[in-house]
Nanobody, 122 residues
């Protein structure tokens, strides 16, 4: 079995910073893409991609976070990070870690973390 465990969410004032971490564990052969998605408070809005990073280190960001957020990964630790600076109230939401993982069955499946709340006050 494979698990993703997130940490680092919390409440911060606008302009502040938070760092999210997500560690994958279990029967892992290799990890392809890793990323962070967020679910805004409004039920009418869908979960959206915040940032992603490939196994080779290529990154991709939502336009709304470019220049403020940085995604990185430590392949030796099977961990992905999201450094969030200059946070805005609209960054508020539940942040989910995602990873495409090849397990010992040799199949690649999508895995999700349990979600961590990020709240930014104005």
């Amino acid at each position: 079995q494979v698990q993703l465990v997130e940490s680092g969410g919390g409440l911060v004032q606008a302009g502040g910073s938070l760092r999210l971490s997500c560690a994958a564990s279990g029967s892992i052969v290799s990890i392809n893409g890793m990323g962070w998605y967020r679910q805004p408070p409004s039920e009418q809005r869908e979960r959206e991609l915040v940032a992603a990073v490939t196994s080779g280190g290529t990154t991709n960001y939502a336009d709304s976070v470019k220049g403020r957020f940085t995604i990185s990964r430590d392949n030796a630790k099977n961990t992905v990070y999201l450094q969030m600076n200059s946070l805005k109230p609209e960054d508020t939401g539940v942040y989910y870690c995602h990873a495409a993982i090849r397990s010992k069955s040799l199949r690649v499946n999508d895995y999700w973390g349990q979600g961590t709340q990020v709240s930014v006050s104005s």
